[in-house]
């Protein structure tokens, strides 16, 4: 597990937390932003908001992304004065999200995360890495000043 916290000239903050791709180490990312929430003083509503899009991206990769079950997850927060990115990132199996139309009977247990994601943030992004390996998942969450 490694970590990197830093901050610009504009005051935004970075942190950058790289866990195992197990689900008990989804925590610690709780927790990391948890503590940058306080930075900027967020709701609590809309900091549990962020925890549960949180976990559903980083439950994704663990899930999906390495079958043999060895692997890593990078999670990256950055605040912004007007919002916080999240982007959370493995280089696992690659990851085809539904569309964004797809019929609510297609949907099957377990796959509602991504639909979660998108009620949560005010910006989603979801892409493959190179060659069909990996997946990027970064979310935006505008904050009001």
Same mark, same amino acid.
């Not at 549990?48 to 692997?71: F, I, Q, W």
């Not at 979660?116 to 005010?122: K, Q």
């Given at each position: 597990?490694?970590?990197?916290?830093?901050?610009?000239?504009?005051? &935004?903050?970075?942190?950058?937390?790289? #866990?195992?791709?197990?689900?008990?180490?989804?925590?610690?990312? $709780?927790? &990391?932003?948890?503590?940058?929430?306080?930075?900027?003083?967020?709701?609590?509503?809309?900091?549990? !908001?962020?925890?549960?899009?949180?976990?559903?991206?980083?439950?994704?990769?663990?899930?999906?992304?390495?079958?043999?079950?060895?692997?890593?997850?990078?999670?990256?927060?950055?605040?912004?004065?007007?919002?916080?990115? +999240? @982007?959370?990132?493995? #280089?696992? @199996?690659?990851?085809?999200?539904?569309?964004?139309?797809? !019929?609510? !009977?297609?949907?099957?247990?377990?796959?509602?995360?991504?639909? #979660?994601? $998108?009620?949560?943030?005010? @910006?989603?992004? +979801?892409?493959?890495?190179?060659?069909? $390996?990996?997946?990027?998942?970064?979310?935006?969450? $505008?904050?009001?000043?």
């Amino acid at each position: 597990m490694t970590g990197g916290f830093e901050v610009d000239e504009n005051g &935004a903050h970075a942190i950058r937390l790289t #866990i195992p791709a197990k689900a008990e180490y989804i925590m610690l990312g $709780r927790l &990391a932003l948890a503590g940058l929430s306080r930075l900027r003083g967020l709701p609590q509503e809309t900091v549990a !908001d962020l925890k549960l899009a949180l976990t559903e991206a980083c439950s994704n990769s663990v899930r999906h992304a390495y079958p043999n079950g060895e692997g890593v997850v990078e999670i990256v927060y950055d605040l912004q004065p007007d919002r916080l990115v +999240i @982007e959370v990132t493995d #280089i696992g @199996e690659g990851f085809e999200p539904r569309r964004r139309d797809a !019929d609510a !009977d297609e949907l099957s247990e377990g796959g509602l995360g991504i639909a #979660i994601i $998108r009620a949560i943030a005010d @910006e989603l992004e +979801i892409k493959s890495g190179v060659d069909g $390996r990996g997946a990027r998942l970064r979310l935006v969450k $505008r904050l009001d000043d």
